[in-house]
């Protein structure tokens, strides 16, 4: 069965960065994309990064020029680097991915979640 593990998650005050990774297991579709979503307390989840296994990439307008993202097709792992992170960033990311052809950002588009990973950053 599908399985994302997602490590990397800690506290940093803002302006610092982290850096998570997730590693996917049980599939062998070779078209699929693989993203990062966040929620923080009292909010809905959202998109924040995408890739897909051609390569292209979607990225949340909040979140641009901070975030990057990285993928090994073949040990099916994402990576997220947050550089310069702001407290609007806390929130618990999860990596998340689905099969078949997609380059948006709707959590409801997503087939497959980890069990997330918190990212705390304090002004």
């Known amino acids: 069965q599908v399985q994302l593990v997602e490590s990397g998650g800690g506290s940093v005050q803002a302006g610092g960065s982290l850096r998570l990774s997730c590693v996917a297991s049980?599939?062998?579709?070779?078209?699929?994309?693989m993203g990062w979503f966040r929620q923080a307390p009292g909010k809905e989840r959202e998109g924040v990064i995408l890739i897909d296994s051609f390569n292209r990439s979607t990225i949340a307008e909040s979140v641009k020029g901070r975030f990057t993202i990285s993928h090994d097709k073949s040990k099916i792992t994402l990576e997220l680097q947050m550089n310069n992170l702001k407290p609007e960033d806390t929130a618990m990311y999860y990596c998340?991915?689905?099969?078949?052809?997609?380059?948006?950002?709707?959590?409801?588009?997503?087939?497959?979640w980890g069990q997330g990973t918190q990212v705390t950053v304090s002004s």
């Open positions: 049980g599939f062998t579709y070779t078209r699929y994309s």
């Open positions: 998340a991915v689905r099969f078949g052809g997609y380059l948006g950002l709707r959590v409801t588009e997503f087939d497959y």
